[in-house]
């Protein structure tokens, strides 16, 4: 018998404290705190644009910037030096509300400085009648990890913020970076999208493949033309569509696997071993995203994670959804996870060839800033 492996991450995350996404302020309605007798109007969208050191993050954000459908976009350009070259380069795309965060990395420094931020935008925009910001962008350092970013956001939930990740993937350098980087195995598996980048300079099927191989979940975008990738990154994709089917693993370090509950399993079962998951794999954890189902109801519950940071179950009326997780893990193999959790109820394999569940757009509330990504 393999020996049972220590759990490696005593976080656990509280799926069983999430209500109905209307505990919280939605679009237009008030927020207490901060802003007094202030009327702050939230954002529809918050998308987090990731990617590794130059892949690109700018260069598709200048040209989203440029088109008609970019209006009413606020930016936040994350840059860690301190000349702030993004930030001159983003500056020239367009006379928009523009905030910089000068104090490093949004994921190792004090994230309370882009809670501040995103008020301090959602206020000023709110004093001033102007319409309401369609979209909010943070465009992160490159070696920035999406999951600690989005769990900084957690006091931002009055705000209905509609969360996603993009990230860029360039085509010239993706493959050998993610041999040598972890951080860019993060950024990769967070993603709702995945743009590859500089298709012109370099074959884009090797980093279309390592994208698909690490996660298959998020909707690929391979478009030569920049204004029609720009487009295709930043304009919300469809709530659930079907991804095509991912080649061979292109990345010996990240298992993608999936997960189904033996008969007899009750809803706690299922709570159980989710929060189980996450405190066995800490930060090897990396994607989460499937459907679960209550015991007795017709009802498919959509169930999502970036690294431990869980969204609360969210009902979808979507007809013929069996249930079911896909997990993306970071130096965890098959073998390791069932023996570390040999007594769960659940069935876990290796993910095979087949249409996957893309990420969709998200929407705020619940236990966590946002109950999907």
Do not use: Y
């Not at 569509?241 to 292109?250: C, D, I, Q, R």
Request: hydrophobic fraction near 45%; aromatic fraction near 4%.
């Amino acid at each position: 018998m393999a020996p049972r492996a220590a759990p490696h991450h005593p976080r656990r995350p509280r799926l069983r404290r999430g209500g109905a996404a209307g505990r919280h302020p939605r679009h237009g309605r008030r927020a207490e705190g901060g802003g007094g007798d202030r009327r702050m109007t939230a954002p529809t969208e918050f998308i987090l644009l990731a990617g590794f050191l130059g892949s690109g993050k700018t260069s598709l954000l200048r040209d989203w910037l440029l088109l008609p459908e970019a209006a009413d976009t606020a930016v936040i350009v994350n840059e860690a030096g301190e000349i702030d070259v993004d930030g001159v380069i983003v500056a020239e795309g367009g006379n928009l509300p523009m905030a910089m965060l000068s104090n490093g990395c949004v994921c190792c420094s004090l994230t309370s400085d882009l809670v501040f931020t995103v008020r301090a935008l959602v206020e000023q925009r709110a004093r001033s009648a102007a319409t309401p910001f369609r979209r909010i962008v943070l465009e992160c350092s490159g070696l920035s990890r999406p999951g600690p970013i989005l769990r900084s956001l957690l006091p931002l939930s009055p705000l209905g913020l509609s969360v996603r990740v993009v990230t860029t993937c360039d085509a010239s350098q993706a493959v050998q970076q993610a041999r040598h980087f972890d951080e860019v195995a993060a950024q990769l598996a967070a993603a709702s999208t995945i743009v590859v980048t500089k298709p012109d300079l370099h074959d884009p099927a090797p980093a279309e493949a390592l994208a698909a191989a690490i996660n298959p979940l998020a909707l690929r975008v391979v478009e030569s033309d920049r204004a029609a990738r720009a487009r295709a990154a930043f304009s919300p994709p469809a709530a659930l569509v079907s991804a095509p089917e991912p080649p061979g693993t292109a990345h010996p370090r990240v298992a993608v696997l999936r997960a189904t509950f033996h008969e007899g399993a009750s809803w706690e079962d299922r709570l159980d071993w989710l929060e189980d998951l996450a405190a066995f794999c800490g930060d090897r954890l990396l994607r989460v995203k499937g459907f679960l189902r209550r015991p007795g109801s017709p009802v498919p519950l959509l169930v999502q994670a970036v690294g431990t940071l869980f969204s609360a179950p969210t009902p979808v009326a979507t007809e013929g959804v069996t249930e079911g997780l896909v997990l993306i893990l970071r130096d965890i193999t098959l073998p390791e996870l069932r023996a570390g959790m040999a007594s769960s109820p659940v069935r876990l394999s290796t993910l095979r060839p087949g249409p996957a569940l893309a990420c969709g757009p998200v929407e705020a509330g619940c236990a966590a800033p946002f109950p999907a990504l």
